[in-house]
């Protein structure tokens, strides 16, 4: 026989005790490690009490020797050892197997040392439900059959690094007053540990746990577990899992993770950390009603979810996080938060939805933070109270087909506070009913489909900055109480209905809406409508620029309203009301486009930095401008250039009937009215028709031959009357042309 094969405690043992080594099994017999046969052991050794067994002089080798020998050989009965104290139990490298598999019985048995089975193999079933066990040293141990631990107690350390486990394994009930180690080890049947104590730390570090769930629902459970200490399942794989109720008291580490199976964690607290960093849920997880006291770190994790157990993949309804909670990088399928409460900053920056997510009813209590986060599916915030600031900057909401009529919603969500959604995209989204206490930002955002707005307001000086944002259609109504500001500038706004709560506010709704450089024809079929607002842009002059500044704010507008801004917005307004057909509004925002060119032409005028040469030329075109102004409107006031038109020559009748000599004609003979009685005659009423005659001739440059100026004032004035009707014919045109135009 090679004793090269045999362990040295056995060889020592026999050396000892004088056993013959000749009918030793040979490695990877069931013997017990090779200890004297069974006939020679007495059994009986281990009903002893420990006070028995030192009056008898039994060493614990004997004992021990005593206990294999049953484990090999023993009778049910004799396999019957519960209630017994015995000292360490060291069976490092020897495998342990019987007869039969009827288990070895311990229950609340006494082990006063650890139970030591490193690289061992135990084949047998081990109860050791209700037992004391001073620890367990178990490397690279392994059980093929059960071990039920039921309700133990372990008053020393447990190290289980790469131990395995086929068979079932049971800790429900049990304490573990030292540290706890499973690294690495796997658990390849249903585990238990519900309603465990742990006291000092616990690892689980790189831990599997497969489970079969032909046996129990909850292939791993640790349900109602208690974690006094830091509690480490990081790199860890679970099946199907179930954390729920479970009190961890000390810092939870579950950093990469992974959980291919549903995992369970409702109505559980964390005390202190949660570390979910990069964890990976392939299938539904369920934190509903769980409280996180400390910070909750989910930074990078991915919520795949599956087709079963929960309507959403993850739920993390009811949740409470009193600290701290990162979702940074997180990737959800679908998701509800319904009524969780963030009572300090929540980060979902990046977050990825690829489907229905809903935060209906959460408050936050501080910032949240949803920059650049996308939104695939369906994202409910509705009802939602964000105390702090909040941001969306950069996130997307895509929108599905599924439970929302509109992708985004914010239907009587309250910000008290700044909420910035600057460069956000929105195909549909609702803030009816929404509560606003502070400036809103929506600078360069995208509304694909359309918007509904219904703000009302928190405070007085609620603003929303829609500055370059481009909105396709939708509505924007104004509260019954109180006026919510926009700020519209270098806006693109196509068919948006801009509307007041209460019809007697129409008359001053547009004094609220800042357009400056707005776009209004720049979606194709969607030109705004100005024909709704005909009532209060004529009780105003016409005037889209005006804007009733807040008085508590101090908004950082992109452009100031120069009179080149201001030309530039009713240009803009112009060609759209024109490309929607209506003459009217583009006429009248025509008119009020060439004022201000006027005032910005005589604003280079007093700009005593500019050259003279251009002072002169701005100086030109004021004039121009005003001229154009007076007589026909800019071409938009073609009756007013017409009666000038007719009227004009009556302006020099005066001239040729009272100025004298100076301004005698041919008219009349010649004859002039000197007095108030020839005014009144017959004769005076032939002069001032011969005379008004001559001067629509003049005007008209048709020049009859017989009539004529004599004086030289009245050779000017007829000069300048066939000037005036060159003029004033030719302006009469131009108004024609631009009114045709439009």
Sequence with gaps: ?????????????????GIDMTNTPQSGEASGGGDRPTSEVDT????????????????????VAAFLAVARDGSPEAKDLQGITLPALPLDRIVVEGSDRHPIDLRDATIEGPISAEFGTIKVPILLDGATVGGFQLDNARFEDELSCSGIRVTGEIDAFEARFDGDAHFDDATFEDAVSFDEAIFDDDTDFDDATFEDAVQFRGTEFHGDSNLLDDNTSFTGATFTGRAAFDQAEFGAIHFEEVDFEGDAVFEEATFPNDAEFA???????????????????????????????????VFSGGQRSLEEDADFRDVVFHDEADFLHASFRSATFRRASFEA?????????????SFAEVTFAAEADFDEGRFDGDADFSDVHFAGHCDFRGAEFRGGDNFLDHDAAFSRTRFDADADFASAHFSAASFDDTAFGGAINFRDSRFTDRI???????DDDAFVDFTRAKIRTGRINQPAEGWVRYDMTLASIGDIDLSVERQRDSTQLLDYFRFCRTEFDEFSDHEFDFSDHRDYLDRN??????????????????????????ETTYLKAKQSAQEAGDVKVAGEFRVKRQQYSRQKNLEVVRDASVDAWARVKNLGRATENYFLGITCGYGMRPIRIGMAF????????????????????????GAQITSLATLLSGDGARILFENARFSYISYTTIGYGFIGPEGVGAEVMAASEAYLGVVLSALLVYALVKRSEL
Excluded: C, K
């Design 646 to 669: 007719l009227v004009a020559p009556l302006l020099y009748v005066p001239f040729y009937v009272f100025g004298g000599s100076l301004f005698v004609t041919s008219a009349a003979d």
């Design 452 to 458: 509904d707005f219904s703000a009302t307001q928190v």
């Design 345 to 357: 900053l929540a980060h979902f920056e990046a977050t990825e939805f690829g489907d229905d997510v």
């Design 267 to 301: 109505d559980t607290e964390f005390a202190e950390l949660a570390d979910f960093d990069e964890a990976r849920f392939r299938e539904d997880v369920d934190f509903s009603g769980t409280t996180f006291h400390g910070v909750a770190d989910f930074e990078g994790a």
């Design 1 to 17: 026989m090679d004793i090269s094969l045999i362990p040295h405690q056995s060889i020592n043992r026999w050396l000892r005790y």
């Design 541 to 566: 002059a016409w005037n889209l620029h005006t804007f009733d500044e807040p008085s508590g704010v101090d908004p950082d507008y992109a452009l100031e309203m120069t009179p080149e801004v201001i």
């Design 44 to 63: 009986s050794v281990l009903q002893l009490s420990p006070a028995e067994r030192d009056e008898r002089g039994v060493d614990d080798e004997t004992v």
